[in-house]
């Protein structure tokens, strides 16, 4: 489905950089910077690899749903005073230099829908349990694709085909759709292809 939100370009995306390694630690980083910074329903935050010369690890995006709500957010951010935090919201910076300096190309990423794996989106939360891939599609998540098995005639899988979500569902940014890869598994059903490492994170912010 074309997702309901629009990102009003880059005055609206806030990159932060705070330090973490791997991507299960940028999960709880978006789940924590939603409880502490009170972000409104539609936004989608999403995370982001760096791979530059001094930084080897993730950052995170927040999608707001119009400008006002990225500056509300963006001074919520700024009271945090977290060390060695790092934030980019379009030429503005906060916090540690380099932070920001890595932050900033993960907002530019996600506002223009070229990367970022969604960790938080509208719709995420009835993604639990085994669903259909009709009620995949009822959320923000553009298109599914199954790896390994080629569109046939443009068209995805049965709508009506189930999804067994292990509580754990990352759609990424593709060509500017929202997307979701799924695997084949038991009795024909679908998987998302990213497995929970090594148990669906932040069980404890449910």
């Known amino acids: 489905m074309t997702a309901p939100h629009h990102v009003s370009g880059v005055h609206s995306v806030i990159g932060v950089d705070a330090g973490t390694a791997s991507l299960r630690e940028a999960d709880h980083l978006a789940h924590r910077l939603r409880e502490r910074l009170g972000l409104p329903a539609g936004t989608v935050v999403c995370t982001h690899l760096i791979r530059t010369d001094d930084r080897r690890g993730t950052a995170v995006s927040l999608a707001l749903p119009d400008a006002g709500a990225a500056e509300a957010a963006w001074q919520r951010l700024a009271d945090l005073a977290e060390p060695g935090l790092g934030a980019a919201l ?14 900033a190309p993960a907002a530019a990423e996600h506002a223009d829908r070229r990367g970022g794996r969604a960790v938080l989106y509208p719709g995420a939360d009835r993604l639990t349990g ?48 929202l997307t979701l890869a799924l695997v084949p598994a038991v009795g024909g059903t679908l998987a998302p292809f990213e497995v929970p490492n090594p148990t669906p994170c932040c069980v404890d912010h449910a």
């Open 90 to 103: 379009g030429e503005r910076a906060y916090g540690s230099e380099r932070a920001a300096r890595t932050a």
């Open 130 to 177: 085994t669903v259909t891939v009709a009620e995949v599609l009822a959320t923000v998540i553009d298109r599914v694709v199954v790896v390994g098995a080629p569109a046939v005639d443009g068209q995805g899988p049965d709508p009506a085909t189930p999804v067994v979500t292990r509580d754990h569902v990352r759609p990424e940014w593709r060509d500017g759709l």
